[in-house]
């Protein structure tokens, strides 16, 4: 049990346009679910965190305008990252979890390359 | 606030060694203490996790961690590792409170040698 998935695994795009990435919780239902970048060689840094159908809380230094994130049921949560520019290609990592808010399980991550 | 150290970036061990890996953590308050690995272009897999009660923890594929109050530790294990366990190892801590959130140490890099 506990599967989140995500989709798409891999995205190339422009410079300028816009992404967006899927988190689904496959068998649970996510009260809350995180988002993370991922720099190569280096920790999880977190980005946001939401609550279904609640607006998402962004750490500081994340900009929310850049980074849309929408919780609109238990088992989906999306980010879009909007006007993609080659300083956002990373790898994002979504993340979920039920009741007890540590216990987060993760989906395999988005590799975004923005051109 | 919390912080989480692992002061191995990189680990190279032999095949069928045991391995330590070190975590240190920094807080004021009771927290739940976790280790998760991370293989190339994955996601994080939940090795362990310590919440309470007995400090020695056991995980999957044969990893067991040690909290230790005292010191601040919770050091992960194993006896003899595998090549498959090359990966990259989060140490990370959460505040027994709610809608707090979980913040992993920088990661520690196994590299088992055949």
């Known amino acids: 049990g506990a599967v989140v998935s995500q989709h798409p695994s891999r995205v190339i795009c422009k410079s300028g346009t816009s992404v967006k990435i899927e988190c689904r919780s496959l068998?649970?239902?996510?009260?809350?679910m995180f988002w993370y970048r991922q720099f190569p060689k280096q920790s999880l840094m977190l980005m946001a965190t939401?609550?279904?159908?609640?607006?998402?809380?962004?750490e500081q230094g994340v900009e929310k305008d850049k980074f849309l994130i929408n919780h609109a049921s238990l088992t989906l949560s999306t980010l879009t990252v909007t006007s993609a520019h080659p300083e956002d290609s990373s790898f994002y990592i979504c993340?979920?979890?039920?009741?007890?808010?540590?216990?987060?399980?993760f989906g395999p991550g988005t590799r975004l390359t923005v051109t | 606030a919390q912080s989480v150290t692992q002061l191995d970036s990189q680990v190279p061990v032999f095949e069928e060694a045991p391995v330590e890996l070190r975590c240190n953590y920094s807080?004021?308050?009771?927290?739940?203490l976790f280790w998760y690995v991370q293989y190339p272009n994955q996601g994080l897999q939940l090795l362990l996790k310590?919440?309470?009660?007995?400090?020695l923890v056991k995980g999957i594929n044969g990893f067991e961690a040690e909290f230790n109050k005292s010191q601040t530790s919770f050091h992960l294990r194993k006896p003899s590792v595998h090549i498959s366990d090359t990966a990259e190892y989060f140490c990370?801590?959460?505040?027994?409170?709610?809608?707090?959130?979980?913040?992993f140490g920088p990661g520690t890099s196994l590299s088992v040698i055949p």
């Open positions: 990370a801590v959460s505040l027994k409170t709610s809608y707090d959130k979980v913040i």
């Open positions: 310590y919440l309470s009660g007995s400090t």
């Open positions: 993340s979920a979890s039920g009741d007890n808010y540590y216990e987060q399980y």
């Open positions: 939401s609550n279904e159908g609640s607006k998402a809380t962004y």
């Open positions: 807080s004021s308050v009771s927290v739940y």
């Open positions: 068998d649970f239902q996510a009260t809350t």
